[in-house]
């Protein structure tokens, strides 16, 4: 993306597709809809961020995607600075399949960063899917940041409209995982699931709760897997 706008690339893939599924058969449009799941897939990448607040897990994640690997017990980034740092497109094992990823950058979450690099992320990305990464610490600071989020969508249409899927992953379940369930975490966030839920209804993307470790591996490729797979422009059946 380039100041907000979509790449050449995009753009000319959806001028194909708007004027294939206009004037063709839908067998056909099947084809072309295959072939555009085919360049976002394995060649320009699957537009997704990752956001959340500070210290859940966001470059950890990020790392875990690009180094392929089962868990990341041996990782201890440094708190991601203002204006965050770019990823550069790359490919990564997701369940059976190889695909190209997308993330744009990989940006903080300190409160002064939600309506900076937060923002600018969501707009000049227009991602397909949204990570949103907590753990089992600072309810009131996790819940602000989700509600951020979700408002953040409600108000920039323009970024949200490719949106289909928006995942809730609450990591370091090797930390909680042995005193509560998954349910009792989510117990503190109600009102926000709720929310989650209703604003996924009306504007047509689905969400999904993971409970992951990024250490031990627990629950993240599932997770990733069903993710990713939502995205893409032609899902398959897992």
Do not use: C
């Amino acid at each position: 993306m380039t100041d907000g706008q979509p790449t050449l690339g995009d753009r000319i893939i959806s001028i194909i597709v708007g004027t294939l599924n206009n004037l063709i058969p839908s067998s056909i449009s099947s084809s072309a809809n295959a072939l555009v799941d085919f360049a976002y897939v394995r060649v320009l990448g699957l537009p997704f961020i990752v956001l959340g607040y500070r210290q859940s897990g966001k470059t950890t994640l990020l790392e875990w995607l690009r180094r392929d690997t089962a868990y990341l017990a041996d990782f201890d980034p440094e708190p991601t600075a203002a204006g965050g740092a770019p990823v550069p497109v790359f490919g990564s094992n997701i369940g059976s399949q190889h695909m190209r990823l997308k993330p744009g950058r990989d940006v903080g979450g300190e409160y002064a960063m939600w309506e900076t690099d937060w923002l600018d992320l969501f707009r000049h990305a227009r991602p397909r899917g949204i990570v949103f990464m907590m753990d089992h610490t600072n309810p009131p600071q996790h819940k602000d940041a989700l509600n951020f989020v979700l408002q953040m969508i409600d108000e920039e249409p323009a970024a949200a409209k490719n949106l289909k899927m928006f995942l809730l992953v609450i990591n370091k379940a090797d930390l909680w995982g042995s005193e509560k369930t998954l349910g009792d975490l989510l117990d503190e966030y109600r009102n926000e699931t709720r929310r989650l839920k209703s604003q996924s209804e009306r504007l047509g993307y689905a969400y999904m709760i993971a409970g992951t470790s990024l250490v031990t591996g627990a629950g993240v490729s599932e997770a990733m897997t069903r993710f990713f797979n939502a995205i893409r422009p032609k899902p398959k059946k897992l």
